[in-house]
């Protein structure tokens, strides 16, 4: 089956990303715009967010970037469909070229089942281009708009935001410490959440609130739902009046380089690893979740819901869930 290119991918998800630009006070705004999926991310869109605040960062008409989702949620992270069994057992033409942005057909992908398989992929997952830590690379000012569900790739975003205002029904965490135990940014959250908290919700695999967030210092500013637009324009207009860009720049390469040297990424590369290692981890029962042993035949996305009803009702990570006894 002949794959994708990632250029088409790309040009498909421009119907789901909206970015525009208020070049007189240099303040832009990204906004996911897939409300029928809960704004996830699939390769087009990941690709062009990381093209996107690429561009964001020498463009001279943009000093902040506000980042967003359209409807109730910022997002729920990757579209876990799109890759399906993949991860595991792939079709004989299976690879993940397109998420490489590779579309040269004499370009031979690693077999299945073979640890370069995986790891090429988690590898990447490292770079910015590959759009789930270009934010890490941006050196202007980053504000995320949380609300809703803010989970796995979103999560990922807020993690390498400067700042975060969210609204106070808001959801952070990863469906993926649940499925698979890991997550890309796992050494950035750790460092943003502290060990103790950040132990809770990767052990638990439970989604934290708004204000659990801003009690460890990870959120900025918390505000009803219905005034969570306007403490978003006061922080990002705050910041478009702030010192100079060249300033700015400045001053985020200062925070970066504090980053390096905590080793933020260090921490990309070995999760890249440690994810790599995925299919060689041995289940403790039958019929247990685990996204590097297949296993889902109701469909991955139905197969994590309802796991997620085995966990207490204020430990679970969709609304409904939530909502059942």
Known sequence: MTQPSAANLKAEAQKFIRYEKDRARKIA?????????????????????GELVHKANIDDDVKVL???????DLGTGGDIDEHGDKYLNPAVDDNFLSDLEIDDPDVRYPPGGSYRFLHGLTDHYAKGRAGNRPLQEFKKISVVEAKGYCYGWHFYQCADADLIVSSDDALFGHPSFRYAGWGPRMWQWLEMVGVRRFSEMLFTGRPFTA??????????????RDRLEAETEKYADACSRTRPLDVVVAQKTFIECYKQYRGEYLGSLMTGWLEGMLPLMKDDRLGEVNLGKGGFDAGIAATVKNNDLNYPPEWRLSRRGRAKP
Request: net charge negative.
């Open 29 to 49: 705004t990204l906004t996911f715009d897939r409300v029928d999926k809960a704004n996830a991310t699939n390769i087009g869109m990941r690709l062009l967010f």
């Open 66 to 72: 506000v980042i967003r989702g359209e409807g109730q």
């Open 211 to 224: 204000q659990e967030m801003l009690d460890c210092n990870f959120v900025n500013s918390i505000v009803p």
